[in-house]
C-alpha cells in the first residue's frame, strides 16, 4: 500500500515506514506514561504530562515532525502533540481550582476527565495509525 503527501505524490516507502515506526514509538511511551498513571498512585493525566516516555516522546515528535510535514502522518504528529499539551493545561487549570479549599472538587473531576481524554486518544491514535488512517484535526 503507498502513502501520498497531500499534493498526491506517493511517498518513498522506506521514508514513510520509517516516519510510521517513529510514530508508534511515541504512541507506545504515551500508552507507558498513562499505563504508569493507571498502575500507580499518580493520575493518568499527572503521568501522562509528567512522566519521563511522554516527555521522551514529545522531544522525538519535534526533532522529527519535519520528515512527516505534507504526509498523512502529520496529523497524528500534531495530533500527539495537542493531546499533550491540552492535557498540561488541564492540570495547570486543575492545580489552580486545588488552591481553593472549595474548587478542589472540581480539581478531582478535570483531573479524572483529562486522563479519560488521554486515555481515548492515545488508542484512536494508535488505531488509527494501524489501519494507515489521518487523524481530523482543527484548521
Known sequence: ?????????????DDAEGSRAWCHIMYGLHALSALSGILTS?????????????IIAVIIN????????????????RWQLRTF?????WLLVAGLLAVT????PAAILVI?????????????????????RA?????
Open 42 to 54: 499518580a493520575s493518568i493525566a499527572g503521568a501522562f504530562v509528567f512522566g519521563w516516555p511522554s
Open 85 to 89: 499539551w491540552y492535557a498540561a493545561l
Open 112 to 132: 479524572v476527565v483529562t486522563g479519560l481524554w488521554v486515555l481515548y486518544r492515545v488508542i484512536r491514535g494508535w488505531l488509527a495509525l494501524g489501519d494507515r
Open 1 to 13: 500500500m503507498a502513502d501520498y503527501d497531500q499534493q498526491g505524490e506517493i511517498i518513498k516507502s
Open 101 to 104: 479549599l472549595i474548587g478542589i
Open 62 to 77: 519535534y526533532a522529527t515532525r519535519g520528515n512527516v510535514r505534507g504526509s498523512w502522518l502529520e496529523s497524528h504528529w
Open 135 to 139: 487523524l481530523p484535526l482543527p484548521n
